[in-house]
């Protein structure tokens, strides 16, 4: 299949602000394409653009073989986006919400109801249909949401940061229904700063930060990056910024850095360093209450990239 979704050096300046700096890719007809970074990478911008909500300030991209440029009309009847806020109307219920959204995307009669329906049982809420979104939970809001934006059965699916505060029930509910999409025919643009969400949906991933893609590949492409890098996972306490300097100047230790709960640190032979890296903290006062050894993920390649933690 060829590409559906084709991103061509667009930049975005606000003021003195690059938030996103001429930035490059493509998607093939099918795949789930994920855009991982930090907040403030410029995923939500990106997504804007290609969405035709702001204006590039240069460059160009196309959907569905549509410029956003030269025809954003068309673009936006081959896209369904699920925004990082909840685009709904409080005092309404689910089923009033989605009724509202499909006339904007110009369905009517049945094919209005048949929409509706569909959507209310992607989302798991055809017995709550009737409730006001009010009374939803935070997860239940986030799946009336997705199920908005898929209502007119979009080529094309944007969807941003769609899993933040909620539940982990919830959470898989909405993973689970992006693979479900996905096998329906639906090309799908995720973005997230959860490194273990784009590892579990994604076909390809860009790794962003500053604005800029840093990497771009499968999850296997992108672990090679770091190579034979095993990855060290101490969970400790009182980690001043002296013992953090300690840690990255001791021998055999390519990279280091605090991440949730302690430090993640990279090194080729975690044989040879492990009982020093122990030996550091602790001297230091450190309380080290958990020591882990593996495989790259998609953190440790930010951090060989980067040099800092994902969630910074």
Same mark, same amino acid.
């Given at each position: 299949?060829?590409?559906?979704?084709?991103?061509?050096?667009?930049?975005?300046?606000?003021?003195?602000?690059?938030?996103?700096?001429?930035?490059?890719?493509?998607?093939?007809?099918?795949?789930?394409?994920?855009?991982?970074?930090?907040?403030?990478?410029?995923?939500?911008?990106?997504?804007?653009?290609?969405?035709?909500?702001?204006?590039?300030?240069?460059?160009?991209?196309?959907?569905?073989?549509?410029?956003?440029?030269?025809?954003?009309?068309?673009?936006?009847?081959?896209?369904?986006?699920?925004?990082?806020?909840?685009?709904?109307?409080?005092?309404?219920?689910?089923?009033?919400?989605?009724?509202?959204?499909?006339?904007?995307?110009?369905?009517?009669?049945?094919?209005?109801?048949?929409?509706?329906?569909?959507?209310?049982?992607?989302?798991?809420?055809?017995?709550?249909?009737?409730?006001?979104?009010?009374?939803?939970?935070?997860?239940?809001?986030?799946?009336?949401?997705?199920?908005?934006?898929?209502?007119?059965?979009?080529?094309?699916?944007?969807?941003?940061?769609?899993?933040?505060?909620?539940?982990? %029930?919830? *959470?898989?509910?909405?993973?689970? @229904?992006?693979?479900?999409?996905?096998?329906? +025919?639906? &090309? $799908? =643009?995720?973005? !997230?700063?959860?490194?273990?969400?784009?590892?579990?949906?994604?076909?390809?991933?860009?790794?962003?930060?500053?604005?800029?893609?840093?990497?771009?590949?499968?999850?296997?492409?992108?672990?090679?990056?770091?190579?034979?890098?095993?990855?060290?996972?101490?969970?400790?306490?009182?980690?001043?910024?002296?013992?953090?300097? %300690?840690? *990255?100047?001791?021998?055999?230790? @390519?990279?280091?850095?605090?991440?949730?709960? +302690?430090? &993640? $640190? =990279?090194?080729? !032979?975690?044989?040879?360093?492990?009982?020093?890296?122990?030996?550091?903290?602790?001297?230091?006062?450190?309380?080290?209450?958990?020591?882990?050894?593996?495989?790259?993920?998609?953190?440790?390649?930010?951090?060989?990239?980067?040099?800092?933690?994902?969630?910074?």
């Amino acid at each position: 299949m060829g590409d559906i979704v084709t991103v061509d050096g667009l930049a975005k300046r606000f003021g003195d602000l690059v938030a996103v700096d001429h930035v490059s890719f493509s998607i093939a007809e099918g795949e789930i394409f994920g855009l991982l970074g930090p907040n403030g990478a410029g995923k939500t911008t990106t997504i804007s653009m290609i969405s035709c909500l702001i204006d590039p300030t240069e460059g160009d991209a196309s959907v569905a073989g549509s410029s956003i440029r030269s025809e954003p009309l068309a673009v936006k009847r081959a896209l369904g986006v699920v925004p990082q806020e909840i685009a709904l109307y409080p005092t309404l219920s689910a089923a009033e919400n989605l009724a509202f959204w499909g006339r904007m995307y110009g369905l009517s009669g049945a094919e209005l109801k048949h929409a509706v329906d569909d959507a209310l049982e992607l989302a798991g809420l055809a017995d709550r249909a009737k409730e006001r979104v009010e009374e939803y939970s935070g997860g239940m809001k986030r799946r009336i949401n997705i199920a908005a934006g898929v209502l007119h059965k979009p080529q094309v699916l944007l969807m941003d940061e769609p899993t933040v505060g909620i539940d982990p %029930q919830s *959470r898989n509910h909405i993973l689970e @229904t992006v693979k479900e999409l996905n096998e329906a +025919g639906v &090309t $799908v =643009l995720y973005t !997230s700063h959860y490194m273990e969400e784009v590892e579990f949906l994604c076909d390809r991933i860009a790794i962003m930060d500053h604005g800029r893609i840093i990497a771009m590949g499968t999850l296997n492409e992108l672990r090679d990056v770091v190579g034979g890098m095993d990855v060290i996972t101490v969970s400790v306490e009182n980690v001043s910024d002296d013992v953090l300097e %300690q840690v *990255r100047a001791s021998e055999g230790i @390519t990279k280091a850095d605090r991440s949730d709960g +302690g430090l &993640t $640190v =990279l090194t080729a !032979s975690s044989g040879s360093v492990l009982g020093k890296l122990v030996a550091t903290l602790e001297s230091e006062g450190a309380h080290v209450t958990s020591v882990t050894v593996a495989e790259p993920d998609l953190e440790s390649v930010f951090l060989h990239l980067t040099g800092k933690s994902l969630r910074d």
